[in-house]
T-cell receptor, first 110, second 110 residues
Protein backbone atom coordinates (compact mmCIF):
# COMPACT_ATOMS: atom_id res chain seq x y z
CA UNK A 1 0.00 0.00 0.00
CA UNK A 2 2.29 2.78 -1.30
CA UNK A 3 0.03 5.88 -0.92
CA UNK A 4 2.07 8.90 -2.05
CA UNK A 5 5.55 8.21 -3.43
CA UNK A 6 8.14 10.93 -3.93
CA UNK A 7 11.44 10.66 -5.80
CA UNK A 8 14.23 11.33 -5.20
CA UNK A 9 14.49 11.28 -1.39
CA UNK A 10 17.64 13.44 -1.32
CA UNK A 11 19.31 15.73 -3.84
CA UNK A 12 22.14 18.25 -3.82
CA UNK A 13 22.21 20.84 -6.60
CA UNK A 14 24.44 23.71 -7.55
CA UNK A 15 22.97 27.19 -7.96
CA UNK A 16 21.49 27.56 -11.44
CA UNK A 17 20.92 23.85 -12.06
CA UNK A 18 17.46 22.55 -12.90
CA UNK A 19 15.64 19.69 -11.23
CA UNK A 20 12.27 17.93 -11.37
CA UNK A 21 10.75 16.38 -8.27
CA UNK A 22 8.39 13.53 -8.97
CA UNK A 23 5.24 12.55 -7.09
CA UNK A 24 2.81 9.70 -7.72
CA UNK A 25 -0.27 8.57 -5.78
CA UNK A 26 -2.17 5.31 -6.03
CA UNK A 27 -5.34 6.32 -4.14
CA UNK A 28 -7.21 7.65 -7.21
CA UNK A 29 -7.37 11.11 -5.63
CA UNK A 30 -8.38 14.09 -7.72
CA UNK A 31 -6.37 16.77 -5.90
CA UNK A 32 -2.61 16.95 -5.50
CA UNK A 33 -0.38 19.47 -3.73
CA UNK A 34 3.24 20.54 -3.41
CA UNK A 35 4.49 22.07 -0.13
CA UNK A 36 7.82 23.17 1.19
CA UNK A 37 8.77 22.89 4.86
CA UNK A 38 11.37 25.16 6.42
CA UNK A 39 12.38 25.42 10.10
CA UNK A 40 9.95 27.61 12.04
CA UNK A 41 7.72 28.10 8.99
CA UNK A 42 5.46 25.06 8.97
CA UNK A 43 4.34 23.78 5.56
CA UNK A 44 3.70 26.35 2.84
CA UNK A 45 1.75 25.55 -0.31
CA UNK A 46 3.69 26.04 -3.55
CA UNK A 47 1.21 24.80 -6.19
CA UNK A 48 -1.81 22.57 -6.26
CA UNK A 49 -3.92 20.75 -8.81
CA UNK A 50 -7.61 20.39 -7.97
CA UNK A 51 -8.14 17.92 -10.79
CA UNK A 52 -6.36 16.43 -13.77
CA UNK A 53 -5.59 19.18 -16.28
CA UNK A 54 -5.69 22.09 -13.80
CA UNK A 55 -2.98 23.74 -11.71
CA UNK A 56 -3.02 26.82 -9.48
CA UNK A 57 -0.53 28.86 -7.51
CA UNK A 58 -0.29 28.56 -3.76
CA UNK A 59 1.37 30.81 -1.22
CA UNK A 60 4.99 30.59 -2.49
CA UNK A 61 5.01 29.76 -6.26
CA UNK A 62 7.92 31.94 -7.41
CA UNK A 63 10.80 29.95 -8.90
CA UNK A 64 8.72 26.80 -9.45
CA UNK A 65 6.62 25.22 -12.17
CA UNK A 66 4.36 22.18 -12.01
CA UNK A 67 2.88 19.62 -14.38
CA UNK A 68 -0.11 17.40 -13.68
CA UNK A 69 0.96 14.63 -16.00
CA UNK A 70 -2.13 12.48 -15.40
CA UNK A 71 -4.40 11.69 -12.46
CA UNK A 72 -1.63 9.83 -10.61
CA UNK A 73 1.39 12.08 -11.16
CA UNK A 74 2.22 15.68 -10.25
CA UNK A 75 5.76 16.99 -10.77
CA UNK A 76 7.51 20.09 -9.44
CA UNK A 77 10.28 21.73 -11.45
CA UNK A 78 12.98 24.15 -10.39
CA UNK A 79 14.25 25.78 -13.59
CA UNK A 80 17.23 27.62 -12.05
CA UNK A 81 17.82 26.53 -8.47
CA UNK A 82 18.70 29.15 -5.84
CA UNK A 83 20.04 28.63 -2.29
CA UNK A 84 16.71 30.01 -0.93
CA UNK A 85 15.03 26.90 -2.37
CA UNK A 86 16.94 24.63 0.02
CA UNK A 87 14.10 22.91 1.84
CA UNK A 88 12.16 19.71 2.35
CA UNK A 89 9.47 19.29 -0.28
CA UNK A 90 6.29 17.33 0.37
CA UNK A 91 3.69 16.13 -2.07
CA UNK A 92 0.15 15.36 -0.91
CA UNK A 93 -3.08 14.11 -2.42
CA UNK A 94 -6.71 14.09 -1.36
CA UNK A 95 -10.35 13.85 -2.22
CA UNK A 96 -11.87 16.42 0.15
CA UNK A 97 -9.97 15.96 3.47
CA UNK A 98 -7.64 14.76 4.84
CA UNK A 99 -4.60 15.17 2.69
CA UNK A 100 -2.18 12.23 2.52
CA UNK A 101 1.51 13.08 2.41
CA UNK A 102 4.61 11.46 0.98
CA UNK A 103 7.81 11.26 3.00
CA UNK A 104 9.45 14.23 1.30
CA UNK A 105 12.43 15.16 -0.85
CA UNK A 106 15.32 16.82 0.98
CA UNK A 107 16.87 19.31 -1.43
CA UNK A 108 20.06 21.30 -0.82
CA UNK A 109 21.17 24.06 -3.17
CA UNK A 110 24.83 25.04 -2.87
CA UNK B 1 -0.66 39.24 12.06
CA UNK B 2 -0.10 35.67 10.90
CA UNK B 3 -3.22 33.74 10.01
CA UNK B 4 -2.15 30.89 12.32
CA UNK B 5 0.13 31.03 15.36
CA UNK B 6 1.38 27.87 17.06
CA UNK B 7 3.44 27.62 20.24
CA UNK B 8 6.89 26.92 18.78
CA UNK B 9 8.37 24.68 21.45
CA UNK B 10 10.41 22.58 21.59
CA UNK B 11 8.65 20.83 24.44
CA UNK B 12 10.28 18.15 26.60
CA UNK B 13 8.22 16.19 29.13
CA UNK B 14 8.69 13.03 31.21
CA UNK B 15 6.84 9.86 30.24
CA UNK B 16 3.31 9.83 31.65
CA UNK B 17 2.89 13.62 31.62
CA UNK B 18 -0.12 15.44 30.18
CA UNK B 19 0.86 17.49 27.15
CA UNK B 20 -0.98 20.57 25.88
CA UNK B 21 -0.32 21.87 22.36
CA UNK B 22 -1.98 25.10 21.24
CA UNK B 23 -2.78 27.18 18.16
CA UNK B 24 -4.59 30.46 17.63
CA UNK B 25 -6.04 31.63 14.33
CA UNK B 26 -7.42 34.88 12.98
CA UNK B 27 -9.66 33.77 10.07
CA UNK B 28 -13.20 33.24 11.35
CA UNK B 29 -14.07 31.50 8.06
CA UNK B 30 -12.09 28.41 9.10
CA UNK B 31 -14.59 25.64 9.76
CA UNK B 32 -12.42 22.51 9.88
CA UNK B 33 -9.62 21.97 12.34
CA UNK B 34 -6.93 19.33 12.23
CA UNK B 35 -3.89 18.09 14.02
CA UNK B 36 -1.16 16.33 12.07
CA UNK B 37 1.73 14.37 13.60
CA UNK B 38 5.08 14.25 11.85
CA UNK B 39 7.83 11.85 12.85
CA UNK B 40 11.42 12.69 12.00
CA UNK B 41 12.16 12.34 8.27
CA UNK B 42 8.55 11.40 7.51
CA UNK B 43 5.55 13.17 6.04
CA UNK B 44 2.75 14.54 8.23
CA UNK B 45 -0.10 12.15 9.04
CA UNK B 46 -3.57 13.11 10.22
CA UNK B 47 -4.09 12.61 13.96
CA UNK B 48 -7.38 14.37 14.75
CA UNK B 49 -10.04 16.17 12.68
CA UNK B 50 -13.01 18.17 13.97
CA UNK B 51 -15.33 20.88 12.73
CA UNK B 52 -17.24 21.98 15.82
CA UNK B 53 -16.48 23.77 19.05
CA UNK B 54 -15.97 21.50 22.03
CA UNK B 55 -13.92 18.41 22.67
CA UNK B 56 -13.27 15.33 20.55
CA UNK B 57 -11.56 12.37 22.16
CA UNK B 58 -9.65 9.50 20.54
CA UNK B 59 -7.84 7.26 22.99
CA UNK B 60 -5.19 9.30 24.78
CA UNK B 61 -5.72 12.29 22.48
CA UNK B 62 -8.29 15.08 22.91
CA UNK B 63 -8.78 17.89 20.41
CA UNK B 64 -10.43 21.03 21.78
CA UNK B 65 -11.84 23.86 19.68
CA UNK B 66 -13.05 27.25 20.91
CA UNK B 67 -14.35 29.12 17.88
CA UNK B 68 -15.32 32.19 19.87
CA UNK B 69 -11.72 32.66 21.03
CA UNK B 70 -10.24 31.27 17.78
CA UNK B 71 -8.18 28.81 19.74
CA UNK B 72 -7.54 25.09 19.33
CA UNK B 73 -5.65 22.67 21.55
CA UNK B 74 -4.45 19.08 21.46
CA UNK B 75 -4.08 17.24 24.78
CA UNK B 76 -2.09 14.04 25.11
CA UNK B 77 -2.68 12.01 28.28
CA UNK B 78 -0.18 9.50 29.66
CA UNK B 79 2.39 10.59 27.09
CA UNK B 80 4.72 7.91 25.73
CA UNK B 81 8.19 8.09 24.11
CA UNK B 82 6.46 7.01 20.88
CA UNK B 83 4.57 10.34 20.98
CA UNK B 84 7.86 12.18 20.35
CA UNK B 85 7.24 14.00 17.06
CA UNK B 86 6.37 17.40 15.63
CA UNK B 87 2.68 18.32 15.92
CA UNK B 88 1.14 20.65 13.36
CA UNK B 89 -2.22 22.32 13.62
CA UNK B 90 -3.97 22.82 10.30
CA UNK B 91 -7.05 24.67 9.11
CA UNK B 92 -9.05 24.17 5.95
CA UNK B 93 -9.08 27.38 3.94
CA UNK B 94 -10.58 28.37 0.60
CA UNK B 95 -10.69 25.67 -2.06
CA UNK B 96 -9.85 22.97 0.46
CA UNK B 97 -6.30 24.20 0.88
CA UNK B 98 -4.67 23.59 4.26
CA UNK B 99 -3.13 26.41 6.30
CA UNK B 100 -0.55 25.01 8.74
CA UNK B 101 0.87 26.28 11.99
CA UNK B 102 4.64 26.36 12.42
CA UNK B 103 4.73 23.07 14.33
CA UNK B 104 5.65 22.15 17.91
CA UNK B 105 8.43 19.61 18.46
CA UNK B 106 7.61 17.29 21.38
CA UNK B 107 10.06 15.00 23.13
CA UNK B 108 8.81 12.50 25.72
CA UNK B 109 11.63 11.20 27.90
CA UNK B 110 11.45 7.67 29.40
Amino acid sequence: NAGVTQTPKFQVLKTGQSMTLQCAQDMNHNSMYWYRQDPGMGLRLIYYSASEGTTDKGEVPNGYNVSRLNKREFSLRLESAAPSQTSVYFCASSDQQPQHFGDGTRLSIL
Amino acid sequence: QKEVEQDPGPLSVPEGAIVSLNCTYSNSAFQYFMWYRQYSRKGPELLMYTYSSGNKEDGRFTAQVDKSSKYISLFIRDSQPSDSATYLCAFVGGGGKLIFGQGTELSVKP
